[in-house]
Every structure is written in C-alpha cells, then in structure tokens.
C-alpha cells in the first residue's frame, strides 16, 4: 500500500506542553495525536471521525505543516514532509488545500470573490500570466456551479452555501491532487448540506481528487467516504472500509458513535433507543492507562487497562481494541 | 399506555395560543419579514417540534414570544399564555414570567452564563430573586435540581466555574436552572446543536425523561430532522417565516403533503437506509426576507410549482385532525410510495 499512497502518515506525534501553575508548577503533556497512522490511496475519499477533542483538528494542521509536528512522519507521494524547508516546502503546498467549516468567517469580507480565489494563486504560483491567473479564477468558479460574472461581488453578498463553494473554487484553483476538508457541510443547512456534498462527489469524478473528510455527523460521512478512520483521543480506533465499517463496526467505540446517531424516523427513534451512556470524556491531560477507551467501554477488562491495544488487522479491517477478534467472529 | 396519555393530551386546552404572528426587523436596507402570520398552539405537557433552515423563523417566533427580540425588532399578532395576553407585555410582566412560568435552553451554554460567576451563585440567584429563598434554602433546592439532571457530586460543582464544565455538563445546568421554578413551558433553542452524537444522545433522553416526570411542554426548535423524530408530539415545518406544514409526528414522517418536507427529508443522509449514490437536494437558495413574494416563498424551489404559486399564498388548510398544509398542489408526492 505504502508504494501507492498519495498520503502516508506514519507513527505521527503530536504533544503540547502544558505549563503548571502555583508554588510547585506541574508541567505536563498534552498529547493531541498519538501514534497515528494511516495512508490515503489516489483518488480516495478517507473520512476521519471522532467526537470533539478526538485530535481531528489537529492530525489535518499536523498534516499541513501549520503546526510542529513532535514525532512521525507525513508522506506526499513519497516526499517526507516534517523535514522540510519552508522553501521546499511551498511547491508541495500546491498539492494540497483545506476547506474550512465555516465559509464566511474563512472569507476576507474586503476582498472581492476575484481576489479571494486568485489569492493562492498569487501565492503559490507568483510567475503565472495575469490573463492566465484570471481565466484559472473564471474556470474554478464554473467547477463549482458560480458564476463568472459574480467575480466582484462579496462575500456577504452570498448564503451560506455559496459562501463554501467559494472556499471549494479558492483550493481548487491551484490544481491539488489532495484536498482537505475539515467539517466543510457541519454549518450548511440540510438542503444546501446535500448540494455541496454531490458537488464535492462530481469534483472528485472530473478531476480525480483525493479527500481527506473530517467531520463529526457519521450519516454524511458514510455517504462521501470510501474508507473510515475514528478516532478518539488522538488515538486511531479503527480504520476500515465504509460498507463493513457501518454494516459491522469492530471496535465498541465505533458501536458507541453509531448507536448514538439519531434516526429521522419517529417509529424506530422510539423502539430501537439506544440507552445513552452518562459517563464523559477523560481528560486529555490524564488519559486511562492502557486503552484510552477503557473508561467508556462495555468491554472493558484488567487487560485493557494494563495494555495499550496495538492497531492490528482483523478481516481486513485495521481495529485497536483487545476484544476485536469476539466481536469480528459475530454475524 | 402511550395512547391513552395522548388522548388525555389532545382534549386538553392549550397552554400557549399564537394567533396571526407576525415579526418585521427594520434594517438599513429595508424591512426584513421574519415570521409571517403564523397560528400555533403549544398544548400542556406535549413536545412540540418546530423544524426549519436558517431563517425560517423558528426561532425569532420564540423570542418575540418571549419579548427578547433584538432592538431592531418589532412583533405584533397575539400570544396568550393559560389565556393571558403576552405578546408586547411590559418588561416587568415577561421578566417574571420568564424566571417562572416559561424556561429557557439556548444552543450554546456557555455564552448564555456569566464566566466570571460560579454555577452555584447564577443557579440560586434565579430563586433569590423569583421565589424569595434564602441562599442556604436556594442551594439545597439547586443541589437537588443538579442531582435530576444526573451532574453527581452537585455540592462541589456549584463552586464551579461555567468553563470548568464540558458542553455536555453546561447543558445539564442549564436545564438544572431552567427547571428551578418549575415552568410550565420549556423552550429549547437547538439544545443540542453544539454537542457530541454521544451527548446528545443523553441531554436527548434527560429532556424525555423531564417531560414524564413533570408533566412539563417543551417546544424543540431545530434544523435536525433526526432529534425531533425523538422527542416531539407534534412537529411545525417553517420555510421562510410560513408555518409551511403541521401535523402529529408519524404522520409528518410517514405521510407528509408538503414538498418542502419531502424535500428535507429525503436530503438528509441516514444510517437506516441504503446508502444512495447520491444525495436528494433541494434546488435553489434560501429564501431572502427582504422580499415578501405574494406567492409560496417555496415556489422558485418547488418541483410541483404551478403558476398559481407564484402569484398566491396557499392557505393554511386542515388534511386530518392533526395535520395542516399550506400548499396548492394536489397531486401525489414522487416519495409518496416511499413515504406512506
């Protein structure tokens, strides 16, 4: 797989210090991502799911160099990148772009939707032609269902979801192979969610992108992925294909997610209700010893808490949790 | 047992009345026309859902209701709390009313608490002033609504400060203080918009679990078609400021008449079906308030539209005994099959 992976993230690391306070200041360690490995073939649609404080934010800023990474490696197409210069970092930067959540606090509200997409173009490709920097804005706002003659407007002057398809034509417009979107639907409304999403579908068919989909509703995630990591607490839980990942989730953190997704479908919201657990999130400052999951786990056993679950496969299947060969011979 | 409840539910008078509610915000360009001569009825002890997208009015309703409508906005039309005039009351009225007959749940807790008070000083405060307690008798009374809502070790958190607590925790106090006078009426502002699946899931039942016990009606604004399928009695679809579409929630599940409903619910991505190879959408923008069409403000969206919408409002008109549409197309549904 390594052979062919557009993206190989490997053993990634990522801890912040965290400085005590008082007489007697107790210094610790905030590890936000641990451990983390993962690839992304060509053309691929990786989601990334997890509940808030998972570590999702920061593995895609890890992965754009837009904060330290403390220990690991971040592969494009073979070329290591936490050892890069800032110089020879800036032709690879081009191969990859982020669409952010929120469109309109991501837009600068005094540049004209022109100068907002032409911006990374000035950036990244300084020598390009002004006519040929002009038709590349023209054809991305066509890419994503804009139009040209709307080039200088406003970003207020646009909902919501034209607002995203700004943000979409702004990283598409330096041509990359993979495209990172971090929660780009999360603050869309339902019927605009959906036009975005197939927009997202058809982009990825013309010009064979790659995506890298995090975001926290699982229903959206199964419709665009092809392949689905969750995380918890900056650990990786389980990656596996969509169709076996929602069919049949190994890991019981998965199970949890699932369950707890609710159906827009009165008769079964009603008889199928999961009893919701009541316990919350450990402090990521003092994570459970062994498997972070522990804590929250149905399953959990004097194992689990001695020993740190290595993420193995299992049908194919990459699971980390002691009690996922049980859960894998089940129907 | 469920039905028998229901029965006794539906016979009952309503607790809250709105009668042609209208709410206009002046802006620098112009009038915006946020609710539109809307009639509802929230009955005693029921969960009504009341679902829209962004600037469909579902929440500028219940602040008008409430008399928290921004500077710029002005309400007129009816609301009648057990009979009570309420709408434009005066300050005095709707601040007594709001610590004690109506609770308020916002969608994010942490901007609707003071970060420089504790949770326990902003929980007793509420009794100190509305019921005259003691601050010894208000902390007792606020340990024990703490303890309902299933925050343990409630004597130490009332020393608490509104950041030491997570989304989850923050949206416990804030049913635990909106529980303390024991309203009548709870209305709940995306309550669980900010949170977790996993949370959600328990703030979810904490409400249901509420709502048993003590009998209280809720009113659950939200643009999630799954958490109302939850919770609600009844379900109230708003598109632009227009009640678009009403009715008891199977019914608004099962066999809904308006094509906006359909719309929504076939865009929205489930776990419970076959994954399509593409999502159903609604075509078009979202409305804009600055314009008050004389047709269905669905119209331009609308896959059914005739030319009739574009030039007159559909009334407001009864299918059943729980179930209102306004819409002028007659025909069947292209989901209908699905849909039934």
């Given amino acids: ?104 606090a991501s837009l600068d509200p005094r540049m004209t939707v022109g100068e907002i997409i032409a911006e990374p173009l000035t950036a990244l490709l300084p020598g390009l032609a002004r006519a040929e920097r ?87 995630v199964r419709h665009i992925a092809d392949r689905v990591m969750v995380l918890y607490l900056g650990r990786v839980m389980e990656i596996t294909d969509r169709d076996a990942l ?70 194919g299947r990459a699971v980390a949790c002691h009690h996922a060969d049980a859960a894998a011979g089940q129907p | 047992m469920r039905s028998t409840r229901r029965t006794a539910e539906l016979t009952a008078a309503a607790l809250l009345e709105i009668r042609a509610l209208s709410v206009q915000f002046s802006t620098g360009d112009g009038p915006v026309y946020a609710v539109n001569d809307l009639d509802l009825q929230v009955r005693r002890g029921e969960v009504l859902g009341m679902v829209g997208e962004s600037g469909s009015g579902k929440s500028q309703t219940w602040l008008a209701v409430l008399g928290l409508l921004a500077k710029n906005g002005h309400a007129e039309g009816s609301v009648r709390l057990d009979g009570e005039e309420i709408l434009n009351a005066p300050s005095r009225t709707l601040t007594r009313l709001r610590g004690n007959r109506v609770g308020m749940i916002f969608q994010d807790p942490m901007t609707a608490m003071n970060p420089f008070l504790t949770v326990g000083r902003q929980m007793t405060e509420v009794l ?17 609504a703490l303890t309902a809502v299933h925050i343990t070790d409630a004597a130490r958190r009332l020393q608490m400060y509104p950041h030491e607590f997570s989304g989850g925790m923050r949206q416990r106090v804030m049913i635990a203080t909106a529980l303390l006078t024991e309203p009548q009426l709870l209305i709940c502002d995306e309550p669980t918009t900010a949170l977790d699946v996993t949370v959600q899931a328990q703030i979810l039942a904490l409400l249901d679990e509420l709502r048993q016990r003590h009998g209280t009606a809720i009113v659950l604004i939200t643009h999630d078609l799954g958490v109302v399928a939850q919770l609600a009695d009844r379900v109230v679809v708003m598109y632009a400021g227009r009640q678009v579409e009403t009715a008891e929630v199977h019914t608004l599940y099962g066999a809904y008449r308006h094509p906006y409903t359909e719309g929504l619910l076939r865009s929205v991505p489930r776990l419970d079906e076959a994954r399509a190879e593409r999502l159903a959408t609604i075509p078009g923008r979202p409305p804009d308030l600055a314009q008050r069409p004389p047709g269905c403000p669905f119209a331009p969206r609308c896959a059914y539209a005739a030319p009739i919408c574009a030039q007159q409002m559909p009334p407001l008109v009864a299918l059943g005994p729980e179930h209102l549409r306004a819409c002028h197309y007659g025909g069947a549904l292209k989901s209908e099959a699905r849909g039934a």
């Avoid at chain 1, 993230?9 to 905030?30: E, I, K, Y």
Wanted: aromatic share 4%.
């Fill in chain 1, 134 to 220: 002009r038709q590349r804005v023209e054809r991305a706002l066509q890419q994503v269902g804009l139009l040209p003659a709307q080039i200088n407007r406003y970003p207020h002057e646009f909902s919501g979801g034209q607002a995203q398809r700004i943000g979409i034509a702004r990283a598409l417009v330096v041509e990359p192979q993979l495209l990172i979107c971090d929660e780009p639907v999360s603050a869309l409304d339902v019927s605009i969610k959906s036009q975005i999403i197939n927009l997202l579908l058809d982009l990825r068919a013309e010009q064979n992108l790659t995506y890298i989909f995090v975001a926290h509703d699982l229903a959206t």
């Fill in chain 2, 128 to 144: 100190q002033w509305h019921r005259g307690l003691s601050r010894r008798a208000a902390e007792a009374r606020c340990i024990e």
């Fill in chain 1, 246 to 315: 929602y069919a049949h989730p190994l890991h019981p953190y998965t199970r949890l997610l699932l369950a707890a997704v609710p159906i827009p479908d009165p008769v079964r919201a009603r008889t199928h209700r999961a009893p919701p657990g009541r316990d919350e999130l450990p402090s990521p400052l003092a994570l459970p010893s062994g498997c972070v999951f522990r804590t929250r786990c149905p399953l959990a056993t004097a194992r689990c808490a001695a020993e740190r679950p290595a993420l193995r496969v299992i049908d």
């Fill in chain 1, 1 to 104: 797989m390594s052979a062919t992976a557009l993206l190989e993230v490997r053993d990634l690391a990522v801890h912040f210090p965290v400085r005590g306070r008082g007489w007697l200041p107790v210094h610790r360690t905030l590890r936000a991502v641990d451990e983390v490995s993962f690839a992304v073939r060509p053309g691929e649609v990786l989601g990334v799911v997890g509940e808030s404080g998972c570590g999702k934010s920061t593995l895609l800023r890890a992965i754009l160099r837009l904060i330290p990474v403390t220990a690991g490696s971040v592969r494009l197409s073979g070329v290591e990148l936490t050892t890069l210069e800032k110089a020879a970092l800036r032709p690879l930067r081009r191969r990859m772009q982020i669409v952010f959540q929120d469109p309109l």
